[in-house]
């Protein structure tokens, strides 16, 4: 079985590589990683498909979504897109199918604006100068792994404010900004009349359970008032449940290297 599905994977490459040409990336032979610029008029989605033994008879490729503009619900939305394709066609190769479903929902994507709207905005407003009042925040050191990069952020928070405030101050920078994911997880104590409470919630941006398992980590560590941010840069591997020891990491890390950690 494992032979077919070698002889099934070798003709799939063969015939995508014909079909998009150079938008078909081969990102390593030996792990069978590839990439797909899939485009528009208006935007870039980045599919990056990993062939595992198991495909196509037993199981799908791994994949994953680069499109930093693309906001959580609609990759949400996507991924569930391409689930449901693989299950309509289970033993089947289904590379080119994701392909073109992408490509038919960025073409059903209205832009918010022209191009010329868009200049002209940007030449009038520019959101990196705009003065953002929020608690000091600390940058973790970057973890590398096959390619991808992991970057923890931190700061004291006492209000929702203070986080919505802290995610704004960080999507001024155009790096950060354009990461693949940038999860978040944050804890507020609060004390009140009936005793003490608190607020806390997460965001996975695209990394399905990466943001609760942060929020899990803030609260085994008893973390208060305090919101982490990790900004992953997709580097074309699959790290599998790596990633999530990386993110960890560095959740904790800049917790610690913010003088946040609570002994």
């Known amino acids: 079985m494992e032979s ?40 870039e989605v980045i599919l990056y498909v990993t062939m595992t033994d198991g495909y196509p008879s037993e199981s799908p490729p791994k994949y994953e979504l680069s499109a930093p503009w693309m906001d959580r619900k609609l990759k949400e939305n996507l991924h569930c897109l391409l689930d449901e394709i693989y299950l309509d066609n289970l033993g089947q190769t289904v590379i080119f199918l994701w392909v073109e479903k992408i490509r038919e929902i960025l073409q059903t994507i209205k832009p918010v604006e022209s191009v010329k709207e868009k200049t002209l905005i940007e030449e009038t407003l520019d959101v990196s100068q705009i003065e953002i009042k929020c608690p000091d ?79 899990h980590l803030l609260q085994i560590l008893d973390q208060k008032n305090t919101v982490v941010v990790v900004s992953r840069w997709y580097g074309g591997i699959q790290l599998g449940p790596d990633r999530f020891r990386h993110i960890n990491n560095a959740t904790r890390q800049v917790i610690q290297q913010a003088g946040l950690l609570k002994k």
């Open 4 to 43: 077919e599905n070698i002889s099934k994977q070798i003709e799939e490459v063969e015939a995508l590589s014909s079909i998009y040409s150079d938008d078909w990336t081969t990102d390593s032979e030996a792990t069978r990683s590839y990439s797909i610029k899939i485009k528009d008029d208006k935007n």
């Open 137 to 215: 925040i600390t940058h973790g050191e970057v973890i590398i792994d096959r390619k991808s990069s992991f970057q923890g952020h931190a700061a004291e928070v006492y209000s929702i404010e203070d986080v919505h405030a802290v995610l704004a101050k960080l999507n001024q920078n155009k790096k950060i900004q354009n990461a693949t994911h940038n999860m978040y997880a944050y804890r507020i104590e609060k004390k009140t009349d009936k005793g003490t409470t608190v607020l806390q919630d997460c965001s996975d941006d695209g990394e399905a359970h990466a943001g609760g398992r942060m929020l």
